[in-house]
């Protein structure tokens, strides 16, 4: 069975930081470009960050830049998302998906299913 499982998130105080792991079961991630999704409370998904195969291209959305760091090691078969100076509005569920190219992340396409997701709550 195909699949990503997402972790690291958690409960972090505003300016923190963590660290997502997007692991893949069941295939080999290092033919796929990947990408980081959230979505807040009563709000859609909507792209955080994406990287390429090779991982020579990363892209990020306007209110990540700069705070948020995709990577990814192939022999781990694991895509990361560093997250720093974390803000109440990075509160959601991050998942990672499949994506078909790294793009503009408000044009991210995901493919296959999604996973469960991880939980990121930014709060004092």
């Known amino acids: 069975q195909l699949q990503l499982v997402e972790s690291g998130g958690g409960l972090v105080q505003p300016g923190g930081s963590l660290r997502l792991s997007c692991a893949a079961s069941?295939?080999?991630?290092?033919?796929?470009?990947i990408g980081w999704f959230r979505q807040a409370p009563g709000m859609e998904r909507e792209g955080v960050s994406c990287?390429?195969?090779?991982?020579?291209?990363?892209n990020y959305g306007d209110s990540v830049k700069g705070r948020f760091t995709i990577s990814r090691d192939n022999a781990k078969n694991t895509v990361y998302l560093q997250m720093n100076s974390l803000k109440a509005e990075d509160t959601g569920v991050y998942y990672c998906?499949?994506?078909?190219?790294?793009?503009?992340?408000?044009?991210?396409?995901?493919?296959?299913?999604w996973g469960q997701g991880t939980q990121v709550t930014v709060s004092s």
């Open positions: 990287i390429s195969v090779r991982g020579d291209i990363t």
């Open positions: 998906a499949r994506i078909q190219t790294c793009t503009a992340v408000t044009l991210l396409k995901a493919t296959g299913s």
């Open positions: 069941g295939f080999s991630l290092d033919s796929y470009a």
